[in-house]
C-alpha cells in the first residue's frame, strides 16, 4: 500500500516548520511506503526556506498552486498524489508518532470504506488558552477544530463527519469527489466548509466512513488566535457558508440589522456579565455579518 499525506499552506512558514518537525518523527514501517505531497499556494514569506530544509528527512513532492485558495490546493494535491489514500491535514498540526500506521491499520481492516478520521486536540501557545475561552468551550470548541467522538471506531456519515485536519480517503474515491473552489479558505479569508461537503457527498453517493480512535493529532493554536477577534472571524465565515450552502439564515438587510444589535449587546455586556452571556452576542454578530456580507455579494470579513 501506498499513502500520500497531503498539506496546502499560505504563509505560515513557522507554524509549517513545527508541523514537518513532528513529521518527521513518524514511527513509519515497511508495510507501507508514503510520500508528503506538500501544495505551496503562493506564498511570499520563507516557506520555500523551512521546506529545503526536510528535503532530506521527508518524501517530499513539493508543488505551487499558483490559484489562489485552499480548494484550489488541495485539488492540486489530488492530481500530485500517487497513493491509494491521500490522508489530509494541515500547516498547524503536530501528528503523534503512531499517526500514519493507524491509518494504514484501518484502511486495512477496512477497504470498502471510502472516509475515515481521527481525533483533533488543540493545544494553545502560551500564555494559553484564556478564562473566558475555557468558560465558552462547548459554544467554541469548533472555532479550533476540536473533534473527539470517543473510543469506539464508529461510523462517519454526512451527520457525523471528520474535521479538516485529520482526515483520509481513498484516493479513487477521492477524484471523484473534488474540492469546490467558491468553498474554502482564501489567504486570510475564514469562509470554509470545503472539507464537509465533498465528505458529505461522498456519504450521500454511498461511501462508508469509519472513525479511528488512535489517528489522532494535535492542533497548535497561536496566541494570536485565542482572542474574542478571531472567534468572531471564524462565525463571520460561518456566516458565509449558511448563504452558500441555502441554510436557514438571515440575509441583506435583516442580517445587518441583526448584526448591529449584537455587536452593541457584546460590547454593553462585555464587562458586566459572564462570558457564556457574552460570547454568545460575539458569535451571534460574526454570523450575522457573514450572512449579511454573502448574501449582499460584498463577501468582505472584516
Not at 65 to 74: A, D, I, V
Not at 174 to 202: A, N, W, Y
Not at 230 to 248: D, E, L, T
Request: proline share 5%; glycine share 6%.
Amino acid at each position: 500500500m501506498r499513502i500520500s499525506v497531503a498539506i496546502c499552506t499560505w504563509n505560515r512558514s513557522q507554524l509549517l516548520q513545527r508541523t514537518l518537525e513532528r513529521l518527521c518523527e513518524l514511527d513509519a514501517d515497511d508495510r507501507y511506503s508514503w510520500e508528503l505531497v506538500l501544495v505551496d499556494n503562493n506564498s511570499t514569506d520563507d516557506t520555500s526556506q523551512v521546506i529545503d530544509r526536510f528535503a532530506d528527512n521527508l518524501p517530499l513532492r513539493v508543488v505551487r498552486e499558483t490559484k489562489q485558495g485552499h480548494s484550489w490546493s488541495r485539488n492540486r494535491a489530488i492530481a500530485e498524489s500517487t497513493g491509494d489514500y491521500i490522508v489530509w491535514t494541515d500547516n498547524d498540526v503536530l501528528v503523534c508518532p503512531q499517526w500514519l500506521s493507524a491509518y494504514y491499520d484501518a484502511f486495512s481492516a477496512e477497504p470498502e470504506v471510502a472516509f475515515f478520521g481521527g481525533v483533533i486536540d488543540p493545544v494553545f501557545d502560551p500564555p494559553g488558552r484564556p478564562d473566558w475561552l475555557g468558560a465558552t468551550w462547548e459554544k467554541c470548541h469548533p472555532v479550533y477544530a476540536a473533534r473527539d467522538l470517543g473510543r469506539t471506531p464508529v461510523e462517519l456519515n454526512e451527520h457525523r463527519l471528520p474535521y479538516g485536519a485529520n482526515f483520509a480517503v481513498r484516493l479513487d474515491v477521492q477524484r471523484e469527489h473534488l474540492f469546490d473552489p467558491t468553498l474554502g479558505r482564501v489567504k486570510s479569508g475564514m469562509m470554509g466548509e470545503d472539507e464537509t461537503h465533498v465528505l458529505r457527498r461522498i456519504a450521500r453517493s454511498g461511501g462508508k466512513g469509519r472513525w479511528v480512535p488512535d489517528v489522532r493529532v494535535q492542533h497548535i493554536v497561536p496566541a494570536d488566535r485565542a482572542t474574542e477577534k478571531y472567534v468572531r472571524s471564524y462565525f463571520i465565515g460561518q456566516g458565509m457558508a449558511n448563504v452558500a450552502f441555502n441554510k436557514p439564515c438571515k440575509q441583506g438587510v435583516a442580517a445587518l440589522l441583526d448584526c448591529v444589535c449584537q455587536s452593541l449587546l457584546y460590547r454593553i455586556k462585555r464587562n458586566r456579565t459572564d462570558p457564556d452571556e457574552w460570547v454568545s452576542h460575539l458569535i451571534r454578530a460574526g454570523l450575522s455579518w457573514g450572512e449579511y456580507s454573502a448574501s449582499t455579494g460584498s463577501r468582505t470579513e472584516k
